[in-house]
């Protein structure tokens, strides 16, 4: 069935080093959401990618929908102690049934 | 402007009982989804509402079942409850028509089954 896979499943790095999380699907996205989770709490929306091959920058943050449209990359540079918490990704196949990654969790060591 | 809301925060049940979560969603949203994130795992799609109909649904039993009213705000029901729906349940709300789907997530009902 249709379903988002992504890796890693956990990331642990020193402040200022860069972190990377991926996510791939079998079949073709019709777009592509991020989303941050904070321990204890909700997801939060970051941004939504939509065109193949599309790159999106907001500060340290660079997300990249691939060219097939069937997998996704966000880019954090230079982490920071805020950045800590899950990343998801969440992809929608006909723009309402939206499939949900199991998340990287992120920790970040002073 | 109050974003989604969720109530209850925690419930807790025993097994064969019946649940029902309540959402309002944020000013200006039509749409309304529902998630089970069980600990450590991804949001699972339970099914979206919106104009007061059930518009998709993922692959859960029809022990879940749901309500959207007049007002937007929605319920989510659980009936003859397993150990195995011990869970976060989300509330998200977004605003159909528009290109750009963000939703917006409640803070969750913690569901414990015991």
């Known amino acids: 069935g249709q379903q988002v896979m992504q890796i890693p499943q956990y990331q642990h790095v020193q402040e200022g080093e860069d972190f990377t999380t991926y996510c791939n699907s079998s079949t073709t996205l019709s777009n592509i959401q991020w989303y941050k989770q904070r321990p204890g709490g909700h997801p939060v929306f970051l941004i939504q990618?939509?065109?193949?091959?599309e790159v999106k920058k907001q500060k340290r943050l660079t997300f990249q929908f691939g060219e097939a449209k069937k997998n996704s990359s966000l880019h954090i540079t230079a982490t920071q102690t805020t950045d800590v918490g899950t990343y998801f990704c969440a992809g929608s196949y006909n723009n309402n049934d939206m499939r949900f990654g199991a998340g990287t969790r992120l920790t970040v060591k002073p | 402007d109050a974003g989604v809301t969720q109530s209850p925060t925690h419930l807790i049940k025993t097994r064969g009982q019946q649940v029902t979560l309540r959402c309002s969603p944020k000013s200006g949203h039509d749409t309304v989804s529902w998630y089970q994130q069980a600990l450590g795992q991804g949001p699972q799609f339970i099914f979206q509402?919106?104009?007061?109909?059930?518009?998709q649904r993922g692959n859960f039993p029809d022990r879940f079942s749901g309500h959207q009213f007049p007002n937007y705000s929605s319920e989510l029901n659980v009936n003859a409850l397993l150990l195995g729906d011990s869970a976060l349940y989300l509330c998200?709300?977004?605003?159909?028509?528009?290109?750009?789907?963000?939703?917006?997530f409640g803070p969750g009902t913690r569901l414990t089954v015991l």
């Open positions: 509402y919106y104009e007061e109909e059930e518009r």
């Open positions: 998200a709300s977004s605003r159909r028509g528009t290109s750009y789907n963000e939703q917006f």
């Open positions: 990618l939509v065109k193949s091959g």
